[in-house]
């Protein structure tokens, strides 16, 4: 149980569909290790399209995925599956019409599939430069948050615990459970997704979540391969309760307060950017005034905040027709009847 992919699922936010189809991307082209069927490699194409229509950050997994790729595929003594070409041709024609469909609305906005190719341009402008910079532990930092002079306390200590062993030991000798390959795959793919974005000085919390699921299944595997070699009732015994309690009740206490009782408070780590709850007390007193204004919800409102940082005002006030916005105050405009500042 991870609290902040828990925190972050409730968001609006491009990662949590990204993490889910690069999983896609990981299943369907482990499926067709195992067996070089076309289905599988077609899925795998529309999870890599699927995953381009989502963030242009895609392309930083994709690099992952191929340098875990070829350290498991030139493991010397182990079967290699050979990619057949015409495979590889559906599933990049998959790949590219999935994506093409979505940054097009359809084929309706054939300008939005050039557009897709400018993203990541934008992308390594904003990555040296602006408010979102932070240094190369500030993930680290998030997932071991504790503050002991302060409560309450967040950490997902045991998680980035357990996958940091777990890669070691699974790159240093085959695992008992499951496939040697695919955990050793896994992996690589982790550590590399972790020294990328922790490379990177743009960062946001919510970038996290794409190493931070890696860690999930690295940890997973490594308990279960644990679990197995414990010969001793009481010895497995033993991990098996401490598995439990430190990986899913522990955390799963954690992500319900952290998305309940804390959910905009910033004393939870993983609020970043956020609204505080005073912007609902905003919404209550517009609509008050609207309840006594002869013209109502017509009434006009005027916004007024520095870098036309209005969000997400406009969404709260979404059920009133007269509302303008400016990033200073226009002395030459008539004053509104609700004035915003």
Known sequence: VSPGLVFYSRYYIQETL???????????????????????????????????????????????????????????????????PAHAGWALLAAILVSALFHSCLLTHP?????????????????GSG??????????????WVRPWEGPHWNEDFLVVMAAVGAVAVLCRPVRTGHPGLA???????????????????????????FLHGMALVAALFAADRIEACRARRI????????VALGVLLPLGQAWALNTLYDS???????????????????????????????????????????????PLPWTLRAFPCVGYWPEVDLNAPPGDVILI
């Open 131 to 144: 408010i979102h910079i932070h240094p190369w532990s500030y993930y680290l930092d998030l997932l071991t």
């Open 18 to 84: 990204l993490v889910f189809f690069t999983f896609g991307l990981i299943v369907c082209a482990w499926r067709y290790a195992q067996g070089p069927r076309p289905v599988w490699a077609v899925l795998a194409g529309v999870c890599a399209g699927l995953m381009h229509a989502t963030k242009e950050t895609a392309v930083i997994a994709w690099a992952c995925l191929a340098v875990a790729g070829v350290v498991t595929w030139i493991r010397p003594g182990r079967p290699r599956t050979a990619i057949r």
């Open 236 to 243: 497995r015994a033993a991990w098996i309760a401490g598995v």
């Open 111 to 127: 300008r939005g599939i050039l557009d897709s190719l400018g993203t990541l341009a934008t992308y390594l402008d904003r990555a």
């Open 265 to 311: 408070d910033p004393r939870n780590p993983y609020v970043y950017a956020h609204t505080t709850r005073d912007l609902f007390t905003i919404g209550d007193r517009v609509r008050d005034a609207a309840s006594v204004h002869p013209r109502g919800r017509a009434l006009y409102v005027q916004v007024v905040c520095p870098d036309h940082d209005y969000w």
């Open 184 to 210: 050793r795959f896994l992996a690589v793919y982790t550590l590399a997704m972790t020294a990328a974005y922790s490379a990177i000085p743009y960062k946001t919390p919510w970038c996290m979540l794409g």
